[in-house]
């Protein structure tokens, strides 16, 4: 007789039927994940687990546990300074230009270390961060030591996801092979590799907040905001209301931003990521963008708790933004 493959029973205990089958505990989410990043297991059945956890959807508990097993793969390195802010960027952009690097650098000029990493190409048609930056003039970095190094000397580093996770990496990639995302997307933007005190967070899917609250809460996340972003990435909608979902030490809290405009822009014809540099330099008031990143800008200073409202969170943003340094393009040129 055969011999039961190890794996076996997490997929079992996904796909057993409408009666049998169950979520997986933290601890099986956690070694079912320990064995997918070592090698133990079988192409077919990482397909069957990616496409059983999509048709049910992942539980809390599920990403907490996965992302534990990532985590305990990373090598963070001894020298690295404190993050204070982790930023994920794995969406992409296609109806409008990626304002949110602006703020990134507004807030990393203005003394927050900021680690951002994300992943690219997976989807056709989008604009990614890694190309956004690369053609702005800021390299991205290649290793976590690179990162941490780039932070002491900027105060911004991205990293892509496959130099972070190259594991993590490759199932992304498998995408356009399975015809769906999978859970690597959540727990990819849930990593918070350097254990940074503040997270921001952007979902496509409103279903995806209170998942990240609750898995932020398992994983005893200090301070953590969650918004449905632009195209699924951590930026405002200047032209519409933004509900802001909140951990803060243990306490869930939602609150909604309104509208910065009282009428709706047409979105860009084409995205020239020139314009971003021209904006930066004061070359294009751009309307729309510039309400992007003074409204992002500004709900990441009121979760990291140096703005008391949301007034003087958006006036601190707008003083940050009209006083920034214009002939260095961020902190990170």
Same mark, same amino acid.
């Given at each position: 007789?055969?011999?039961?493959?190890?794996?076996?029973?997490?997929?079992?205990?996904?796909?057993?039927?409408?009666?049998?089958?169950?979520? *997986? /505990?933290?601890?099986?989410? +956690?070694e079912?994940?320990?064995?997918?990043?070592?090698d133990e297991?079988?192409?077919e059945?990482?397909?069957?687990?990616?496409?059983?956890?999509r048709?049910k &959807?992942?539980?809390?508990?599920?990403?907490?546990?996965?992302?534990?097993?990532?985590?305990?793969?990373? /090598?963070?390195?001894?020298?690295?300074?404190?993050?204070?802010?982790?930023?994920?960027?794995?969406?992409?952009?296609r109806r409008?230009?990626p304002?949110?690097i602006?703020?990134?650098?507004?807030?990393?000029?203005?003394?927050?270390?900021?680690?951002?990493?994300?992943?690219?190409?997976?989807?056709?048609?989008?604009?990614?961060?890694?190309?956004?930056?690369?053609?702005?003039?800021?390299?991205? =970095? /290649?290793? *976590?030591?690179?990162?941490?190094?780039?932070?002491?000397?900027?105060?911004?580093? +991205? *990293?892509?996801?496959?130099?972070?996770?190259?594991?993590?990496?490759?199932?992304?990639?498998?995408?356009?092979?399975?015809?769906?995302?999978?859970?690597?997307? /959540?727990?990819?933007?849930?990593?918070?590799?350097?254990?940074?005190?503040?997270?921001?967070? $952007?979902?496509?899917?409103? $279903? +995806?907040?209170?998942?990240?609250?609750?898995?932020?809460?398992? !994983?005893?996340?200090?301070?953590l905001?969650v918004?449905?972003?632009?195209?699924?990435?951590?930026e405002?909608?200047?032209?519409?209301? =933004?509900?802001?979902?909140?951990?803060?030490?243990?306490? !869930?809290?939602? &609150?909604e931003?309104?509208?910065?405009?009282?009428?709706?822009?047409?979105?860009?014809?084409?995205?020239?990521?020139?314009?971003?540099?021209?904006a930066?330099?004061?070359?294009?008031?751009? &309307?729309?963008?510039?309400?992007?990143?003074?409204?992002?800008?500004?709900?990441? !200073?009121k979760?990291?708790?140096?703005?008391?409202?949301?007034?003087?969170? &958006?006036?601190?943003?707008?003083?940050?933004?009209?006083?920034?340094v214009k002939?260095?393009?961020?902190?990170?040129?």
């Amino acid at each position: 007789m055969t011999t039961e493959h190890p794996f076996a029973q997490y997929v079992r205990i996904l796909g057993k039927g409408k009666n049998g089958s169950r979520p *997986l /505990t933290q601890d099986e989410a +956690y070694e079912s994940f320990r064995m997918i990043l070592a090698d133990e297991v079988l192409p077919e059945q990482l397909g069957a687990f990616l496409m059983l956890m999509r048709v049910k &959807e992942e539980e809390p508990e599920e990403l907490a546990g996965f992302i534990r097993a990532v985590k305990e793969s990373l /090598t963070i390195p001894d020298n690295a300074p404190e993050i204070h802010l982790d930023w994920s960027s794995y969406a992409g952009k296609r109806r409008h230009l990626p304002w949110f690097i602006l703020s990134t650098l507004l807030l990393a000029q203005n003394g927050v270390n900021i680690f951002m990493h994300g992943a690219s190409g997976h989807t056709a048609g989008r604009l990614y961060t890694k190309d956004v930056l690369a053609a702005l003039g800021i390299a991205p =970095c /290649t290793s *976590l030591q690179e990162s941490a190094d780039r932070i002491r000397e900027t105060g911004f580093a +991205y *990293l892509g996801l496959e130099h972070l996770s190259p594991k993590l990496h490759t199932i992304i990639e498998l995408r356009p092979i399975l015809g769906l995302r999978s859970p690597v997307h /959540t727990i990819a933007r849930m990593l918070n590799p350097f254990d940074a005190e503040y997270m921001m967070q $952007g979902i496509f899917h409103p $279903g +995806y907040r209170p998942m990240h609250q609750e898995a932020a809460l398992l !994983l005893k996340q200090p301070h953590l905001a969650v918004i449905k972003g632009d195209g699924g990435e951590i930026e405002r909608d200047p032209d519409a209301p =933004c509900l802001v979902q909140s951990v803060h030490n243990g306490e !869930l809290s939602d &609150e909604e931003w309104p509208a910065m405009y009282s009428r709706r822009h047409v979105k860009d014809v084409e995205l020239d990521v020139q314009r971003l540099r021209a904006a930066w330099l004061g070359d294009d008031n751009d &309307e729309y963008g510039i309400g992007a990143v003074i409204g992002t800008t500004a709900i990441t !200073l009121k979760m990291m708790g140096r703005a008391d409202d949301m007034a003087s969170a &958006e006036a601190q943003a707008k003083a940050m933004w009209e006083a920034r340094v214009k002939e260095n393009f961020g902190a990170a040129a």
